[in-house]
């Protein structure tokens, strides 16, 4: 069964940047896409981005000037970066696959099946 | 961006009540909607994707309808466990939303 499991700093001083890792265990990167979603205290999610285990990404406009996704298959890792961060970019941060078919070559996603417990980090000085 | 919209955004309920949940996308988004549940301090979890597809090991109470911008997602008989916050996701085109969260509380 696929475990996810987010690690990195929970505290980051305003300005500075953001950095979690989330490890796959009991299967593999490759074939698949990731996503980074987050939620501030008390509101709903927000998705940050995604990578295809080949390395292309996509984030979302809201944050793409801040953020980079990357994969390293080797290690079974997904990486997010955030950086010039703000208060407001106190959140919990999850990392998950995404469930994806094919067809006539275009890839359709199919919902967010396997979900890191959550890591929080809080943007403070 | 494509917005979520989910109503209502809170309701009671009892045990063994049927409850439906109703989710509309700004624009069309054939039926690329999926249903998650969210317990406190817990990731969300799938529950319904592709509007009416029940993800494995979801029980059978939970089912989806939809199509185009408004979709439901009905429990046929809630049961204790139910209780959480459920949102709706499209993953249409990027970026993918999310929305509001509809919390199910005990009556």
């Known amino acids: 069964q696929v475990h996810l499991q987010e690690s990195g700093p929970k505290l980051v001083k305003p300005s500075e940047t953001l950095s979690l890792t989330c490890t796959v265990s009991?299967?593999?990167?490759?074939?698949?896409?990731w996503s980074w979603i987050r939620q501030p205290p008390g509101k709903g999610l927000e998705w940050i981005g995604y990578?295809?285990?080949?390395?292309?990404?996509n984030y979302n406009p809201s944050l793409k000037s801040r953020v980079t996704v990357s994969v390293d298959t080797s290690k079974n890792e997904i990486s997010l970066k955030l950086n010039s961060v703000t208060p407001a970019d106190t959140a919990v941060y999850y990392c998950?696959?995404?469930?994806?078919?094919?067809?006539?070559?275009?890839?359709?996603?199919?919902?967010?099946?396997?979900w890191g417990q959550g890591t929080t980090v809080t943007v403070s000085s | 961006d494509i917005q979520m919209t989910q109503s209502p955004s809170s309701l009671s309920a009892s045990v063994g009540d049927r409850v439906t949940l109703t989710c509309r996308a700004s624009?069309?988004?054939?039926?690329?909607l999926n249903w998650y549940q969210q317990k406190p301090g817990k990731a969300p979890k799938l529950l319904i994707y592709?509007?009416?597809s029940l993800q494995f090991g979801v029980p059978s109470r939970f089912s989806g309808s939809g199509s185009g911008t408004d979709f439901t997602l009905t429990i046929s008989s809630l049961q204790s466990e139910d209780f959480a916050t459920y949102y709706c996701?499209?993953?249409?085109?990027?970026?993918?939303?999310f929305g509001g969260g509809t919390r199910v509380e005990v009556k």
């Open positions: 998950a696959r995404i469930q994806w078919g094919e067809t006539s070559g275009n890839h359709y996603f199919y919902g967010l099946d396997v």
């Open positions: 009991g299967g593999s990167t490759n074939t698949y896409y």
């Open positions: 990578i295809y285990y080949s390395g292309s990404t």
């Open positions: 624009q069309t988004i054939s039926t690329f």
């Open positions: 592709a509007a009416s």
């Open positions: 996701q499209q993953s249409y085109t990027t970026p993918l939303t």
